[in-house]
Nanobody, 125 residues
Framework: QLVESGGGSVQAGGSLRLTCVASGYTYSSSCMGWFRQAPGKVREGVAAISTGADTTYYSDSVKGRFTISQDDDKNELYLQMDSLKPEGTAMYYC?????????????????????WGQGTQVTVS
């Protein structure tokens, strides 16, 4: 089970920190990702991290503003979002994939992820 929290409404330029708590998975050897989907748009990859190696990946649209991190002891995944823009308004989801999908060519493909959380809404005005 994946449970996200931390969404909300914020003004442009503000910050939010999303948290995803994972249970029932082999968290220590997985690829954990954050995706978002705005109304009428396709779901897009935001960031991912290989939990065993701490290698991170970011979409060009968030690079330098968002930071993905994890706490292995707590089985928690985080997304620190700074300098938020109105185009960042979306439902944000965390997802888990087998460890081998954490590569520069595969991390952003949503069909590689086999478990998803219910999402948390982020609104930037």
């Amino acid at each position: 089970q994946l449970v996200e929290s931390g969404g909300g409404s914020v003004q442009a330029g503000g910050s939010l920190r999303l948290t995803c708590v994972a249970s029932g998975y082999t968290y220590s050897s997985s690829c954990m990702g954050w995706f978002r989907q705005a109304p009428g748009k396709v779901r897009e990859g935001v960031a991912a991290i290989s939990t065993g190696a701490d290698t991170t990946y970011y979409s060009d649209s968030v690079k330098g503003r968002f930071t993905i991190s994890q706490d292995d002891d707590k089985n928690e995944l985080y997304l620190q979002m700074d300098s938020l823009k109105p185009e960042g308004t979306a439902m944000y989801y965390c997802a888990i994939a087998p460890w081998g999908y954490c590569s520069s060519r595969k991390w952003a493909i949503d069909t590689n992820y086999n478990h998803w959380g219910q999402g948390t809404q982020v609104t930037v005005s």
